[in-house]
Structures are given as structure tokens and as C-alpha cells.
Nanobody, 127 residues
Framework: QVQLVESGGGLVQAGDSLRLSCAAS????????IAWFRQAPGKEREFVAA????????YYADSVKGRFTISRDNAKNTVYLQMSSLRSEDTTVYYC????????????????????WGQGTQVAVSS
């Protein structure tokens, strides 16, 4: 089992920055690729960013590329999502997820590959 806990959400103004954290406990953290997804009410959960277990490979949704940066500190069992130039459309709940079986084309976008999910953290951006 892997337990994931998100933190760092809050209310900010458009153009501001925010850093989300995803703290993990359980199995060897570096064995897991970690992703951030987000889900607005009434919408499907959408991919935001992902990072490989080593941290060498990073992937982003087009909507956040150039504004968000994903990173990880395996010594601290934590993944970060640095969000800059926030927009009102970034308002929603953000979830981190873990998988130890990243495979297939565009695997990082496939919600079904992620076996562990956090409870989510709310981000609200006022315009």
C-alpha cells in the first residue's frame, strides 16, 4: 500500500503562484511514477503532469506546459507541483496518484494505471 497526502492548495489571485505537495508513505517511493490530475465538478478527471520514479522524465498537459513544473525529492518521499501564472480555469481539486507499472504509449494520461490516489487539495484562482 502507498498512502498519498496532498497539501498546499488555497485561494490566490490570477497570475499568482502556488506549490502543491504530495507526500507518500509505504513502499519504496522511487519505484513509483507520480502524476497530478485535476477534476472540476461534473467533469472527468484530467491529467496535469507526471514524473518518473527517477525524476528524469516529466510530462505535462498542453494547458499547463510552460506554467507548471513537476519535481520530486525521493529522500523526502514528496512530489511537488509548482504552479505559476495561475488562471481562473485552473480552479479545481488537484489529486496526486502513484503507479509502479508505467507502460504503453502516453501511459501517464491513463487514469487506470494509477493504483493509489490522494484525497485532493482545492485550488481556487480569483480573476
Amino acid at each position: 500500500q502507498v498512502q498519498l497526502v496532498e497539501s498546499g492548495g488555497g485561494l490566490v489571485q490570477a497570475g499568482d503562484s502556488l506549490r502543491l505537495s504530495c507526500a507518500a508513505s509505504g513502499h519504496t517511493f522511487s519505484n513509483y511514477a507520480i502524476a497530478w490530475f485535476r477534476q472540476a465538478p461534473g467533469k472527468e478527471r484530467e491529467f496535469v503532469a507526471a514524473i518518473s520514479g527517477s525524476g528524469l522524465a516529466k510530462y505535462y498537459a498542453d494547458s499547463v506546459k510552460g506554467r507548471f513544473t513537476i519535481s520530486r525529492d525521493n529522500a523526502k518521499n514528496t512530489v511537488y507541483l509548482q504552479m505559476s501564472s495561475l488562471r481562473s480555469e485552473d480552479t479545481t481539486v488537484y489529486y496526486c496518484a502513484a503507479t509502479d507499472r508505467p507502460s504503453g504509449s502516453n501511459w501517464y494520461r491513463n487514469r487506470m494505471l494509477y493504483d493509489y490516489w490522494g484525497q485532493g487539495t482545492q485550488v481556487a484562482v480569483s480573476s
